[in-house]
């Protein structure tokens, strides 16, 4: 080969090359980003669309349905589901894959703003935002004080903190958690309006007239240019209460003489608790091609900066920081990492006792993983937990490109040849197979690319971190490797035995210029073999016995290779399908993580304030069940969110006041977590009978892979009548608690919300000389307030900021039927009142209204304990089919997790057929035989067999990891199996013997095929361990190459030979070529090549 001549001619270049690809390498690693999952650039974009006060009804009537109509003129729109609850409708817009999402976003604005007329009067513009999985929250910045209020804390955050968040590229943050937006409150007092015949419309219109925002003028004057400003906006709060109301032009009233005016904050929609305490914090977040670690490490760099603008008593704090998770799982990896190469060195050293040699195959190691991180970064990827795993599953495969050259060398340097001839033999011959198994392995993960969605995202960095390495680990030892060979190895001591070698043909051989070279090398690998057989200067080492007992158990297989063949591939594959069906199945290994969310829900339509107590319950519960001492910290969202921050429900969805969520770290607490679960709910079933309990992903990984679905289980029930949703919900319901390890099952909406319906009589109305507007204005006033239907501002001069003016009824003022039916509707008259004109009876309306496009749709959540997804999603399937034949224009579909794990094991499924076709073609072309390579392929089962088991032994399930973990031990097992066929047959080809030349072929590759697949396996022992963060999520994956290439080689070895023994027991040694010119072709005319010579010459 061109490369290794080039290699031993010029050794100094070799070194310079690897040297600039350390030196680069390691600036590579130095910057490139950091993050816990690949980018996922998924085609996902969010509206948030607020209008305080809506109803659920409302919001899907005039703003869910009215997109979803003109929708259709948007491009690449894969489907749309939109969610409505009080005053806000979320929709999520996922596009086909390869949009552009720029261009979609842009067109999504565009579209938007069209259809703003088509909104009621009032409506605010939407929030337009991509969002995917790469954008969740990767920490909380808490604020705490002893003496402010959250509503405070809350203004601070807003206008301060979040300000500052600016100068920290690729960070993103929504509005605060936990407190409402400064306002200008003014509490009216319904029986000092009633007195004075007044309306709360009144109070507003008030409010309007005198407090304006209005241009100011310039007056020239003399030399100078004046401004004009006017107080037409007031200066302060207090000063609200001077306000006149004008009363049918009789009385004369200040608005201090019916209300009550204070600088405080909107009607409170939700609490954040922070270890049990009231508080407001604010979610970090970092943009899609951000690193995680960079972001929240610069953060942390700027938080005193950030906390000198904020008062003394004012503390920040970062918690929840999953940079910490980030990081541990490099330095886990990259531990298991050091630890395998150093293992695989040992293995090295072992079977060849040459302490020189393992030193020249540790070196390729860290070069190849260097490089491999630099090209990483040179096409845009990041270290994150896929790439890692790639990295570290790479060391094992790396060791058999440079093994095998160093174990070959040996061979060479046994039959006594000069060290620089056997060199260049032992590289020479191998060359080409190995050129031939790294297309193989490479093959194996060549369906990443066309991979799409979640699957695609979070193969491709793994296949790009192998494949990397891998090209520059063969490389490597077709240059590098030579290089250091003959500068550190010794040469070996002339055997007696074997043929002798002279000079004058050592140099031939070394020029490549013998005819009979190949011949000659045959000749020379049989004597070596026949030698190892009988003596080595009269002693028998260890692997020499391990060789003769192998061959001798050949020998007595050799006479039974067909039944020995027939059974071993019809019981491998039966046993294969069966342990493929019954093997749990999962999306992405389970992790005991000592962190947990938790949504309790209250009756619906529980008040904050009573949701807030239950909640604190449960943390005493908590902290009685684990210790005060164990708890690291907890954060609690209660309640809804503001209307004015209507993005942060992207980021944590809450459908009203009855919901509460959990987060909490536990520290120095080891429990299996599923067991906690269950102890857990049973406590609080006891004392919180009423609350429903569901379990939610905390992990980002789970997050990314659930795509916002709440559990594991998530069943969708779709069709245009809401009544007959509810009742296949129910039956859902009722079906999958049946089953014992369902937990959590539940409707996912509150579909029963208390409502107070105020049904106006319009006749009685216009006698009573009342309108709609005067009721509907009035009843706004005083149930929620003023700010949904008139739009008032103050501006804070000391700080510059300008704030909402609201009129509001107290809501201890309004605590009864009888105090809505007093709420005064005609201004300047005692009566009517609002139960003049109205009928107030108590009902149930929907607080949820989800929609999959135009078509409704309610949820069945579930979770699962003790068992895979797979089972739960076969049982989950079973449940809807047992429902029978759906009624015309009702959907059941099982969605989130249920769906990827399908998608995901399909992808890797066919992915993996279409690898092993791709490496069967590419076989048939090097062997010009299809018999050949189906021959290499029979070892396939036998990895499929040997994953399949360890991951049963070790209780681990299918899934993503564990599906690489099988990929990559074909890859290696085919890798193998070529070594030692292309042996054997160039063997056949020599002396027409299969059977010999497969037994030959076994005890030449012996050594290499051992040492390669222990080395391997050593290597995997650290991750297959899974010690330390991430470690749970990685070792499926070195299980499955462990038994993989347990099995394989295993068959590799003492069923391979016989399998090639059979098949090729009767087949020609003639060449395939149809070219009459060929030598080796049957066709082969002499005298034509003669006339051919002739002509050329004349």
Not at 211 to 237: F, H, L, W
Not at 835 to 843: E, F, L, N, Q, R
Not at 998 to 1022: D, K, N, Q
Request: glycine share 6%.
């Amino acid at each position: 080969m061109n490369l290794i001549r080039f290699a031993l001619r010029k050794p100094i270049s070799i070194l310079v090359m690897v040297a600039g690809l350390f030196f680069f390498g390691i600036g590579a690693i130095k910057d490139i980003k950091v993050d816990i999952l690949p980018k996922m650039n998924l085609p996902v974009i969010y509206i948030a669309h607020p209008f305080g006060g809506y109803t659920p009804d409302q919001m899907e009537a005039y703003f869910a349905k009215t997109y979803v109509n003109i929708l259709p003129f948007a491009n690449g729109v894969k489907s749309v589901e939109t969610k409505n609850i009080q005053g806000l409708m979320i929709m999520k817009l996922t596009y086909y894959e390869n949009t552009n999402m720029a261009q979609a976003a842009a067109e999504l604005s565009s579209l938007s703003n069209r259809i703003q007329a088509a909104f009621p009067p009032g409506t605010q513009p939407p929030f337009i935002i991509r969002f995917d999985a790469s954008s969740l929250p990767i920490g909380q910045l808490v604020l705490s004080s002893k003496i402010r209020s959250n509503n405070e804390l809350q203004d601070l955050a807003n206008v301060y903190v979040r300000a500052s968040f600016t100068s920290i590229p690729g960070l993103l943050s929504p509005a605060p958690f936990g407190g409402s937006p400064r306002t200008i409150e003014v509490n009216v007092d319904p029986d000092l309006l009633r007195s004075h015949n007044m309306t709360p419309d009144q109070v507003v219109e008030a409010i309007r007239i005198n407090n304006q925002t209005a241009p100011s003028g310039n007056v020239r004057m003399g030399d100078v240019n004046y401004i004009t400003p006017t107080n037409n906006t007031i200066k302060e709060v207090k000063d609200f209460e001077q306000i006149p109301l004008f009363k049918g032009g009789v009385q004369n009233l200040k608005l201090g003489d019916v209300a009550t005016v204070k600088d405080g904050a909107d009607i409170t929609a939700g609490y954040a608790l922070v270890n049990g305490k009231r508080s407001v914090y604010i979610s970090i977040a970092k943009a899609g091609d951000a690193s995680t670690w960079d972001v929240v490490q610069k953060l942390k760099a700027e938080l005193p900066k950030i906390q000198s603008t904020l008062p003394e008593d004012v503390k920040l704090s970062y918690e929840f920081d999953q940079s910490v998770y980030v990081i541990n799982s490099v330095k886990s990896l990259i531990t298991e990492g050091i630890i395998g190469a150093v293992l695989t060195g040992l293995m090295v050293l072992l079977f060849l006792g040459d302490r020189r040699a393992a030193l020249i195959v540790i070196l390729t190691i860290p070069i190849s993983i260097i490089s491999g991180v630099l090209f990483l970064k040179l096409f845009g990827q990041t270290i994150n937990l896929m790439s890692l795993s790639g990295l570290a599953l790479a060391i094992g495969i790396l060791v058999d490109e440079s093994t095998v050259t160093i174990e070959n060398i040996h061979q060479h340097l046994d039959m006594g040849k000069p060290k620089a001839l056997a060199i260049w033999d032992a590289c020479q011959e191998i060359a080409l197979p190995k050129l031939l198994i790294l297309l193989c392995i490479l093959a194996v993960f060549a369906p990443a690319f066309t991979m799409v969605g979640i699957p695609g995202a979070l193969f491709l960095p793994l296949a790009l971190a192998i494949g990397f390495s891998m090209v520059i680990s063969f490389l490597l030892s077709q240059t590098f490797v030579p290089v250091m060979a003959n500068w550190l190895m010794k040469a070996h001591p002339k055997h007696e035995h074997g043929p002798a070698i002279t000079d004058d043909e050592a140099e031939f051989n070394a020029c490549g210029l013998t005819p009979e070279s190949e011949k000659d090398l045959i000749t020379q690998k049989k004597g070596y073999v026949e030698k190892t057989d009988t003596d080595n200067n009269g002693k028998i080492g260890a692997f020499e016995r391990f060789r003769i007992r192998f061959m001798r158990t050949l020998d007595r297989l050799f006479p039974y290779k067909k039944i020995t063949a027939l059974v071993y591939l019809i019981g491998i594959t039966v046993l294969a399908v069966v342990f493929i069906s019954f093997i749990g199945k999962d999306v992405f290994p389970k992790v005991n993580s000592s962190q947990f969310q938790l949504r309790m829900r209250a009756p619906d339509g529980t008040r904050l304030e009573r949701t807030e107590e239950k909640a604190i319950i449960v943390l005493k519960e908590l902290q009685k069940m684990v210790g005060k001492e164990h708890i690291g910290i907890s954060s609690v969202y209660v309640g809804q969110h503001p209307s004015l921050f209507s993005i942060n429900p992207i980021y944590l969805f809450m459908a009203g006041s009855h919901e509460a969520v959990f987060q909490v770290s536990l520290k120095e607490y080891h429990t299996d977590m599923d067991d906690f679960k269950d102890d857990f709910r049973a406590r609080i079933k006891k004392v919180l009978p009423d609350v429903k309990l569901s379990f939610e992903p905390i992990e980002l990984t789970d997050k990314v892979l659930s795509q916002g679905s709440p559990t594991p289980i998530e069943v969708r029930i779709a069709g245009k009548d809401k009544k007959r949703n509810e009742l296949y919900a129910n039956q859902i319901v009722e079906k999958l608690k049946k089953f014992s390890y369902f937990r959590d099952v539940q409707i996912g909406q509150p579909i029963h919300y208390p409502a107070m319906n105020i049904d106006i009589d319009r006749t009685r109305a216009a006698e009573l000389g009342v309108d709609m507007n005067d009721i509907s204005r009035s009843l706004v006033a005083s149930t929620s307030s003023s700010r949904y239907t008139e739009k008032n501002t103050w501006v804070d001069e000391r700080a510059g900021l300008s704030y909402n003016v609201q009129v509001q009824v107290p809501l201890n003022k309004m605590k009864s039927k009888t105090d809505i039916g007093e709420i005064p509707v005609l201004k300047n008259s005692l009566r009517p009142v609002l139960s003049d004109v109205a009928k107030i009876t108590p009902g149930f309306v929907s607080g949820e209204n989800d929609n999959l496009g135009a078509m409704p749709y309610i949820t069945v959540t579930a979770n699962i304990s003790q068992t895979d997804l797979g089972t739960a999603v076969k049982d989950v399937d079973a449940t809807i089919n047992a429902l029978g034949e759906l009624p015309r224009g009702l959907f059941i579909t099982p969605i989130g997790l249920s769906k990827v794990l399908s998608e995901t094991l399909s992808s890797l499924q066919v992915g993996l057929l279409v690898a092993i076709f791709v490496i069967f073609l590419m076989l048939s072309a090097n062997f010009q035989s299809f018999k050949v390579s189906l021959v290499i392929l029979t070892t396939v089962p036998a990895v499929v067999l040997g994953a399949l088991l360890m991951l049963t032994l070790t209780g681990s399930t299918l899934n993503l990891q564990s599906y690489m973990g099988i990929i990559m031990s074909v890859g290696v097992s085919i890798a193998n199996a070529v070594l030692l066929v292309t042996n054997a047959e160039q063997l056949r080809k020599r002396n027409g013997n299969a059977l010999e030349s497969a037994r030959e072929a076994a005890a030449l590759r012996l050594r290499p095929i051992i040492m390669t697949s222990v080395a391997m396996i050593a290597g995997m022992l650290p991750m297959a361990i899974g010690h330390g963060e991430g470690g749970d999520q990685v070792s499926p994956l070195g299980r499955a190459v462990i038994g993989g290439l347990l099995f394989s080689t295993f068959a590799v070895l003492l069923i391979l030979p016989l399998i090639f023994a059979w098949a090729q027991e009767h087949t020609t040694t003639q060449s395939v070529s149809l070219d009459p010119e060929d030598e080796e072709s049957i066709h082969y005319i002499s005298s034509l090549k003669s006339e051919n010579e002739i002509t050329t010459k004349n």
